[in-house]
Every structure is written in C-alpha cells, then in structure tokens.
C-alpha cells in the first residue's frame, strides 16, 4: 500500500516541543518533495512548511518562523518537522503531503499532491 504516515503528535504545555515525522511506504519518498499542512477547528487548511528532494531549500509560514524546522532523512524515507517554542495557536491536526511538483514554490492546492496522511494531533495548552 502506497501511502504516508504521521506520528509525533500530542499534548504539550505552551513552549514546549513536539517532533513529528511523516514516513512513507511503498514508495520512496526522495523523488517527492514534502509539504507540511495544518487544520484547525473553525480555521481554513494551512500551508507550514515545505522541504525540497535535496534538502537545499526549505520554507515556512511566517508564524512558525524561527521555531519550526523541516528535515528529511532519505536513508528512513521520513520527513521531520520539528516544533519548539510552541503556542497555544499551533493548535491543529498536522498532516504531510508529498508531491511530484518539484520547481518553483511549494504547492497550495491539495490536488498538487499525490499522497496525503490522516494527520497527528498537535494540542498546545496548560
């Protein structure tokens, strides 16, 4: 089964850090580049980060800046997104998504992308 998959998530105080990793089987993710997504209630699907097949160009949304850093490990056919400082706002379902959309900037749109996880719960609260 082709597929990716989240871990990593759960409930951290306010300034904590959370790791979460997304793992694909079935395929090797190196030909893919790897978007970062999250959905809170009430609140529209977002873009966070995004990390390219070589892992020379990374971006990220400018409320993580600073305090989210993506990462893959190709030899694990995983993709890291590590969390510090985090706030009650990062609240969300975190999922990944990689797609063949290799040039230009990361895509928004959630049929540029081939394979998405059911997504790791991320709770920021005291």
């Known amino acids: 089964q082709l597929e990716v998959v989240e871990s990593g998530g759960g409930l951290v105080h306010p300034g904590g850090s959370l790791t979460l990793s997304c793992t694909a089987s079935?395929?090797?993710?190196?030909?893919?580049?790897v978007g970062w997504f999250r959905q809170a209630p009430g609140k529209e699907h977002e873009g966070v980060s995004c990390?390219?097949?070589?892992?020379?160009?990374?971006n990220y949304t400018d409320s993580v800046k600073g305090r989210f850093s993506i990462s893959r490990d190709n030899a694990k056919n995983t993709v890291y997104l590590q969390m510090n400082n985090l706030k009650p706002e990062d609240t969300a379902v975190y999922s990944c998504a990689a797609t063949r959309s290799l040039t230009g900037p990361c895509p928004s749109a959630r049929d540029q992308y081939k394979f998405w996880g059911r997504g790791t719960q991320v709770t920021v609260s005291t």
């Open positions: 990390i390219n097949i070589d892992n020379n160009m990374t």
């Open positions: 079935g395929f090797s993710l190196v030909f893919y580049r």
